[in-house]
């Protein structure tokens, strides 16, 4: 059982555009409201945001989060989040069937982001909305002043233009499940005249065309095909939403859900590219995978929660050892299309389907797939490369082929450092891996960092980790090779400097 691996300056993929290793934060369950918000915790800010939430979300490194929804953003009127807040109304929220209370808007979540030195990736209202509310908003968030929109921003103590750079136009409209679900053509034409009345506005900013919500959805890929005829000149990205569960206990299946994945960012570049062919364009469609994670676990208890109440807990996953491999693999399949995947949004961050828990006033911790999307958005930037990976392979349910070796390459030029991503998705028996590394002369190994554990259910509470990370893996290097041998499911981080 051994995989071979030939990693080399030359062969470049792409800058990883930082962005990839993204979040989001939506008005759902306790995302927000018992999150990042909760004015009932002992330390919070003059906002009422929890500072041990915020150092956590540092602590990742999160560079862009998108912001409202989100389904919820199909039903937002943002009017309602702005100004006083004793005088925000509280709405009935139709997609999760909640109560909004308006605490949380616009300018507290762009304050927060700031603080903790993010971007925002700001979705409009496509669902129940249109060109006029979208381009109000951008108005009031990005013109500096001297205009209805830009002066009220001004009134409501935020002297400076918020500057958002990039916005969704609407959410998943592809889908019954949203409000104001359009047809491909419906979409196509409002997103387009949406999408030109904001740049008119500001012509800096950057604007993502809805894609599929899924592999699964019966329009997928025409739906790419037809919304991106009408909107091609106006965005910039399309995006790419995808949920995995190991719902039938098959974890060789389950952990190669990245083929799915994979197939999905190949399948929507060709529709990108047919589109500009056909059009005889010179621009290239980027994708932002703005919407991925594991998602399977909690939705059962979510069919019981009563409606009408402020942040029940929603789509509170608890996530095991194995769902932590499938998210490093997937932050792989990212790093393997460095070249067109250029954002990417882990749905969410806190409470909901998320990497960071907290209980609404007390503890906050980690959960497992917190540890991947760390290792990522850490040593994850540089130049993506192309290993060239001869591994031993296995036939799951629904895929052949597989390769128990899932690695990408990050040579982060200015730090000098190499950093060897590599997933052993055998369940049963460690992997031997041999790693040309040749072209890096002078390189040591910095360190071998394994998540690992015995128990591929294993999850994290608030008064326990289970599923940590340690810096004791076997990797060596010797004569330009680094020799290790990955043990059985398990993810690997190998820096070399
Ligand atoms: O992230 C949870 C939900 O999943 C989002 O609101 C929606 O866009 C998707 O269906």
Redesign the pocket.
Known sequence: NKARVVVDKAFRIAEVDKRIYGS?I?H?GRAVYGGIYDPSHPETDSLGFREDVKQLVQELGVPIIRYP????VSGYNWEDGVGPRESRPRRLEL?WRTVEPNEVGTNEFMAWAKEIGSEVMMAVNLGTRGVDAARNLLEYCNHPSGSYWSDLRRSHGYDQPHKVKTWCLG??MD?PWQIGQKTPQEYGRLAYETGKAMKLVDPDIELVSCGS?STGMPTFPEWEAITLDHTYDVADFVSL?QYYGNRDGDSANFLARTMDMDHFIRTVISTCDYVKAKKRSKKTMYLSFD?WNVWYHSNDADTKIDPWTVGPPQ?EDVYNFEDALLVGGMLITFLKHADRVKMACL??LVN??APIMTETGGRSWKQTIFYPYLHASRYGRGVSLQPIVDSPKYDAQDYTDVPYLETAVVYNEEEEELTIFALNRHLEEALDVECDVRGFEGYQIAEHIVLENDDLKAVNTAAEENVKPHSHGSAALKDGFVSTRLSKASWNVIRLK
């Open positions: 989001f939506e759902l929804g989100g389904n919820f997609a959410n998943e889908g919500s939403h919407e789509l749905a969410q909901v389907i």
